[in-house]
């Protein structure tokens, strides 16, 4: 088995302190950070490519073509190719996606997806019914987090979770709004072949500063 490090965070558009943003992650030291709110706009490989720099990583895919949906590593995981999806769009909604990196660590492979799903509910459920037909698709395990926009029990959220294993099992700790947690609304999902050994949300004064979410981190064991 090869242990992994995999956060999930959602950046609020870096809108907060980006000092204790930075901080926040290099405490976590991940080895796959899982990013929502990413840049996505003008100058996004910079900006991208500042923000992994910052968090002592290095981009892996993502960005602009998954709109926001950013994925970084450290140099002891090593990504070999990727895609990017996008959403249909609901007229007067946002466009919304998701990015699939592959990749290697020691002698495991897997695949890291990042999504951010709509505020709406009622698009929500049509944007998980194509997520998870994705998630179907790669042969190696699949790491998949995400910002659901939703609790547990919704209907998005069952869909995604179907057949997946949902890192958090029985601890439902708030993620949302750092400054009055009331929502679960952030997850990390595996494939049943990986082992979950500690799953945390993060909530310490330099989180409660950097974001409007608070970070998720998990401990993996990924088959070899």
Known sequence: MTKLRVLSYNLHSLRDDRRALAE????????????????????????????ARDFELVVAGGGLPAL???????????????????????????M?????????????????????LSTDATERPAQAAVLKARLAEPAEPVVFAADLNENSGGAAWRTLADGLVDAAGADERHTYPCAAPRDRLDAVFVDPR???????????PAARLASDHFPVVVELDLPD
């Open 24 to 51: 926040v992650v290099r405490g976590v030291a991940p080895d796959v950070a899982i990013l929502q709110e990413a840049p996505r706009r003008f100058r996004w490989r910079q900006k991208s490519a500042d923000l």
């Open 194 to 204: 990986v082992t979950v050994l500690s799953y945390e949300v993060v909530d310490t």
């Open 96 to 116: 919304r996606g998701a990015a699939f990196v592959r990749c290697r660590v020691g002698r495991a492979t897997f695949v890291a997806v990042g999504s951010h």
């Open 68 to 94: 926001g949906n950013l994925i970084l590593t450290n140099l002891r995981v090593r990504p070999l190719d990727g895609f990017d999806i996008r959403y249909p769009l609901t007229p007067g909604r946002h």
